[in-house]
C-alpha cells in the first residue's frame, strides 16, 4: 500500500493542522491580551524507519511542535496520528501506553537529568513507572541499554556530575530507548557537545535506528548535522512549515526563498567553492509571533516579495519529487498559478 507521499504503508506519525497557541497575560486582572502563535496549521507524515529533521530560528515552534507531539503539551486545535490512533482520544491507560511507544532526548545533557539519582535510577525510571518486570530484570535491561549506547553497565552506581557531556547524553538516550519506544523525539540531541562528540553521537543515533527499528523526528540548527542524519528535512518559519523535501532534493534544489538563505550560510571549506557561492542575507528581524505579518509570514525580510504576498497566506503546494513548498514567487515560476 502506498501513502499519499507516495511512501510504502502508512505513516506512524501524521499530523494534521496542528495548532498550538498560548495566551499572552496583562494588566491588574490578567486577562488575555493576545496569543502566541507557536504552531500554526503544520502538517506533514513520518513514515517507520525514518527521519524527519525540522530545522529553523530560534523560536520557530520546532521544540513546541515535539512537544506538543508527545503530549506534554495538549494542541490548540488539529489531529495527530499515532499508528493511525488520533491522541486527542487517547487518555488513562491508553496514554500511559502511548508514553511508553514515543520519548524524548533533551537538548541539554546535564540539567534533563537528576543530579539527586544515580545512572541506573535514572534509565531505569520508566521501567519502574510502566511495572516492567521484576527488580532483577529491570537491572538487567538497563545494563542491556547501557552497553548499547557505549556506557560501562558498573557506571549505573555513578552520579550524572561524574560523566562528560557525550557520556550524559548517551544516558539520556538510554533512558530515552529503555522502554523500546517506535518514536523517538530529538530535541537538539547535539548543539551542547563538542563537534568531535557530535560526531560520535550521531552515528550511535543511526546505529540504533537500525538495529531497532526506530523513527525519529530530528530538531536542529545545524544543516550540516540535519543532511547527515535526516531521510527528509522540514523548514518551519515563525510556526510554519514552509518547505519539505528528500533531503538531497531538498539540498540540491531548495525552491523557498528561507530556505535557500538558510543553506547559503553553511560554512564552505573550499575557498573556490565559497567565492563562487551567493550568500543570501537576510534583512530585518523575525517578527512577532504575538502578531505575525498577514500572507506570507516571510515576505517581510523576502527580498523576493511580491504584492500577493503581503495579502494571502501561501497554501503548501508538491513541486514533485516528493517536494512540497509553500511561496507564491516558486508558484508564479512554475506556473501553477
Given at each position: 500500500?502506498?501513502?499519499?507521499s507516495?511512501?510504502?504503508g502508512?505513516?506512524i506519525?501524521?499530523?494534521?493542522h496542528?495548532?498550538?497557541h498560548?495566551?499572552?497575560?496583562g494588566?491588574?486582572?490578567?486577562r488575555?491580551?493576545?496569543q502566541?502563535?507557536?504552531?500554526d496549521?503544520v502538517?506533514f507524515?513520518?513514515?517507520?524507519?525514518?527521519?524527519?529533521?525540522?530545522v529553523?530560528?530560534s523560536g520557530?515552534g520546532?521544540t513546541?511542535?515535539?512537544?506538543?507531539?508527545?503530549?506534554v503539551?495538549r494542541p490548540?486545535?488539529?489531529?495527530i496520528?499515532?499508528?493511525?490512533r488520533?491522541?486527542?482520544?487517547?487518555?488513562?491507560a491508553?496514554?500511559?501506553a502511548?508514553?511508553r511507544?514515543?520519548q524524548m532526548?533533551?537538548q541539554?545533557?546535564?540539567?534533563?537529568?537528576?543530579?539527586r539519582?544515580?545512572?541506573?535510577?535514572?534509565?531505569?525510571?520508566?521501567?519502574?513507572?510502566?511495572?516492567?518486570?521484576?527488580r532483577?530484570?529491570?537491572?538487567?535491561?538497563?545494563?542491556?541499554i547501557?552497553?548499547?549506547v557505549g556506557l560501562?553497565?558498573y557506571?549505573a552506581?555513578?552520579?550524572?556530575?561524574?560523566f562528560s557531556g557525550?557520556q550524559r547524553q548517551r544516558i539520556g538516550?538510554?533512558?530515552a530507548?529503555?522502554?523500546?519506544?517506535?518514536?523517538?523525539?530529538?530535541?537538539?540531541?547535539v548543539?551542547a557537545?563538542?563537534?568531535?562528540?557530535q560526531?560520535?553521537?550521531?552515528n550511535?543515533l543511526k546505529d540504533l535506528?537500525?538495529q531497532?527499528a526506530?523513527?525519529?523526528?530530528f530538531?536542529?540548527?545545524n544543516?550540516?548535522?540535519v543532511?547527515?542524519?535526516?531521510d527528509?528535512?522540514?523548514?518551519m518559519y515563525?510556526?510554519?512549515?514552509?518547505?519539505?523535501?528528500?533531503?538531497e532534493?531538498?539540498?540540491?534544489?531548495a525552491?523557498?526563498p528561507?530556505?535557500?538563505?538558510?543553506?547559503?550560510?553553511?560554512?564552505?571549506?573550499?575557498?573556490a567553492?565559497?567565492d563562487?557561492r551567493?550568500?543570501?542575507?537576510?534583512?530585518?528581524?523575525?517578527?512577532s509571533?504575538?502578531?505575525?505579518?498577514a500572507?506570507?509570514r516571510?515576505h517581510?525580510?523576502?527580498?523576493?516579495?511580491?504584492?500577493?504576498c503581503?495579502?494571502?497566506?501561501?497554501?503548501?503546494?508538491?513541486?514533485?519529487?516528493d517536494?512540497?513548498?509553500?511561496c507564491?514567487v516558486v508558484?508564479?515560476?512554475?506556473?501553477?498559478?
Amino acid at each position: 500500500m502506498t501513502g499519499e507521499s507516495g511512501h510504502p504503508g502508512q505513516p506512524i506519525l501524521a499530523v494534521r493542522h496542528l495548532v498550538m497557541h498560548f495566551p499572552v497575560h496583562g494588566g491588574i486582572l490578567r486577562r488575555t491580551i493576545g496569543q502566541v502563535h507557536a504552531v500554526d496549521d503544520v502538517s506533514f507524515e513520518i513514515y517507520p524507519g525514518q527521519t524527519l529533521g525540522l530545522v529553523g530560528e530560534s523560536g520557530c515552534g520546532k521544540t513546541t511542535l515535539g512537544r506538543t507531539i508527545l503530549q506534554v503539551i495538549r494542541p490548540t486545535s488539529g489531529e495527530i496520528l499515532f499508528d493511525g490512533r488520533d491522541l486527542a482520544a487517547v487518555a488513562g491507560a491508553e496514554q500511559k501506553a502511548f508514553r511508553r511507544s514515543a520519548q524524548m532526548i533533551f537538548q541539554d545533557p546535564f540539567s534533563s537529568l537528576d543530579p539527586r539519582a544515580t545512572v541506573g535510577e535514572i534509565i531505569g525510571e520508566g521501567l519502574r513507572i510502566h511495572r516492567v518486570g521484576s527488580r532483577a530484570e529491570r537491572a538487567e535491561r538497563v545494563r542491556e541499554i547501557m552497553s548499547l549506547v557505549g556506557l560501562r553497565p558498573y557506571y549505573a552506581q555513578r552520579y550524572p556530575h561524574e560523566f562528560s557531556g557525550g557520556q550524559r547524553q548517551r544516558i539520556g538516550i538510554a533512558r530515552a530507548l529503555v522502554l523500546h519506544p517506535k518514536l523517538v523525539v530529538c530535541d537538539e540531541p547535539v548543539s551542547a557537545l563538542d563537534v568531535s562528540i557530535q560526531s560520535q553521537i550521531l552515528n550511535l543515533l543511526k546505529d540504533l535506528q537500525r538495529q531497532l527499528a526506530l523513527t525519529y523526528l530530528f530538531i536542529a540548527h545545524n544543516l550540516a548535522v540535519v543532511r547527515y542524519i535526516s531521510d527528509r528535512v522540514g523548514v518551519m518559519y515563525l510556526g510554519k512549515l514552509v518547505e519539505v523535501a528528500p533531503t538531497e532534493e531538498l539540498f540540491a534544489n531548495a525552491l523557498h526563498p528561507y530556505t535557500q538563505a538558510l543553506l547559503s550560510a553553511i560554512p564552505v571549506a573550499d575557498p573556490a567553492q565559497r567565492d563562487s557561492r551567493r550568500q543570501i542575507v537576510l534583512a530585518g528581524d523575525v517578527p512577532s509571533p504575538i502578531n505575525p505579518p498577514a500572507g506570507c509570514r516571510f515576505h517581510t525580510r523576502c527580498p523576493f516579495a511580491i504584492d500577493i504576498c503581503r495579502v494571502v497566506e501561501p497554501p503548501l503546494k508538491q513541486y514533485g519529487n516528493d517536494h512540497v513548498a509553500a511561496c507564491h514567487v516558486v508558484e508564479a515560476a512554475q506556473g501553477l498559478s
